[in-house]
């Protein structure tokens, strides 16, 4: 039986193929969290990346937001060379990592030239960048969109489903919208249903992404259980995402999320990027670990060295 994340050691975790890190997350019931920084913008520590601080307050799975798998940039990374830069934040770290690319459909999206999310080629969804992601040493793919990037569902089914073919039996595949991502007829309660669930699942997703009950219009604990049923019935995870700047809201209302996410079936729960911009408030990160398995997982997760 593989051990639960909740229990893994930093070399226990390296060790871990897709399956095994598939069960060890659904071993945890609902207690994994997963924080999104971005590696491209000033740290909030200057001389520390965003990663290495939500990994010290916590979080089990580190998410690279805006990562160019061609050049993978991390501020505050010690030297090393490109194609070393993941497999040096896990040294450092000794978390999950994933990375975010992104499905865009042409027809959707929005200007973003000049912005943040402004898009660049090693950041789209497809098999090229997945292979280099696995090389790079990359856990996790999460196909999902930045804001205006015009990422839909039916693109997402079409990446998964070429990405399945070259990494599926090497990399999680998880995806999903965190908000409309551009698109406004896919906003809204209308952003994830049952039946682009069952779409990504069939397609070769073994995490399904829905918003978090309270941080997009419509979306409610009841529609996201409903979800949950579905891919948990076939096997499948559910990771709920915070993805609308509430990551920078008062610990009360990320606690109320987190037990909303928890009441709904989240088996992971993630925290975006944006609370100041390359993470989530520093405060906000330790109260949803607390509230998702209390004190004692938390602080052990923070004291666990990285050498065990």
């Known amino acids: 039986m593989t051990k639960r994340l909740l229990d893994c050691t930093a070399s226990e975790l390296m060790r871990f193929g897709k399956a095994e890190l598939f069960a060890s997350i659904a071993g945890c019931e609902g207690r994994v969290l997963a924080c999104e920084t971005i590696g491209i913008t000033q740290p909030l520590l200057g001389d520390v990346t965003n990663a290495e601080y939500a990994a010290s307050l916590g979080a089990d799975i580190l998410l690279l937001n805006m990562l160019d798998v061609r050049n993978p940039v991390l501020q505050a990374l010690p030297e090393v060379a490109p194609e070393q830069r993941i497999r040096e934040l896990k040294r450092l770290t000794g978390r999950v990592i994933g990375i975010n690319l992104e499905p865009v459909d042409p027809q959707a999206a929005q200007c973003n030239a000049g912005t943040l999310w402004e898009m660049s080629p090693g950041r789209l969804a497809t098999p090229e960048n997945a292979l280099r992601a696995r090389d790079l040493s990359v856990d996790l793919i999460v196909l999902t969109g930045n804001p205006g990037n015009g990422v839909t569902n039916e693109a997402i089914v079409d990446s998964l489903r070429r990405m399945r073919d070259v990494v599926g039996e090497d990399l999680l595949l998880a995806a999903g919208k965190m908000h409309g991502a551009g698109v406004l007829s896919q906003s809204g309660d209308r952003i994830m249903t049952r039946a682009d669930a069952a779409a990504f699942m069939d397609a070769g997703a073994d995490i399904i992404l829905v918003p978090a009950p309270g941080t997009v219009p419509g979306i409610t604990v009841e529609s996201v ?63 949803y670990s607390i509230a998702i398995r209390g004190e004692r997982h938390t602080y052990r997760r923070m004291a666990s060295s990285v050498n065990r």
């Not at 079936?265 to 990027?273: C, L, P």
């Open 225 to 287: 259980h409903a979800i949950a049923d579905d891919v948990h019935a076939r096997g499948r995870l559910l990771l709920t995402a915070i993805g609308t700047s509430q990551e920078g809201a008062d610990v009360s209302t990320i606690r109320r999320i987190a037990l909303m996410c928890k009441m709904a079936g989240a088996d992971i729960h993630h925290i975006g990027d944006t609370g100041v911009p390359g993470m989530a408030l520093p405060q906000n990160i330790l109260a």
